[in-house]
């Protein structure tokens, strides 16, 4: 995924003097007791990415929520 993410990213960049992109793919996983007894196990997933362009005076960015 993250190779296709890159080829993309490279092929609509356009000349400007600085430009980033992060991608965030994290899993999580919540244990808990309440009571001596095991409440349901929680499962979180989250991606986004947040690019940063800068080119003369000017900066920019966007992400996804």
């Given at each position: 995924m993250y190779?296709?993410?890159?080829?993309i990213f490279h092929s609509v960049l356009t000349?400007?003097?600085f430009c980033s992109l992060r991608l965030v793919?994290?899993?999580g996983e919540n244990l808990a007791v309440r009571q001596n007894?095991?409440?349901?196990?929680?499962?979180s997933s989250d991606t986004g990415v947040?690019?940063?362009v800068i080119d003369?005076?000017?900066l920019g960015y966007?992400?996804?929520s």
């Open positions: 190779s296709k993410v890159e080829q000349a400007v003097d793919d994290e899993r007894v095991l409440e349901p196990v929680g499962r947040m690019v940063t003369g005076d000017g966007g992400a996804t």
